[in-house]
């Protein structure tokens, strides 16, 4: 038997074999964006075994832009041009 594999974000114990290949747990699983679900993924899909940086690195990133979605800058684009 292996030993006790917990999940990154809650620390409660994991049960499930995929949830413990992504060391993830279903609740914290279903919490995520899709983006980071794609991403942890595809890092396990590669037979990578995952440690909490690799996990903390790829939550971490910020969501991609959606389309028709106005660029974060610094002040507004009126206030600027007056």
Excluded: F, Y
Aim: charged share 25%.
């Amino acid at each position: 038997m292996t030993g006790e594999v917990e999940c990154q974000l809650c620390h409660k114990p994991v049960r499930s074999g995929v949830a413990r290949t992504r060391r993830v747990g279903s609740r914290c699983w279903r919490k995520l964006r899709p983006d980071q679900r794609a991403t942890i993924t595809a890092l396990t899909r590669r037979g990578r075994s995952l440690g909490p940086h690799q996990i903390r690195a790829a939550l971490n990133r910020p969501a991609p832009a959606a389309p028709d979605q106005l660029a974060l800058t610094g002040g507004d684009s009126h206030e600027q041009q007056n």
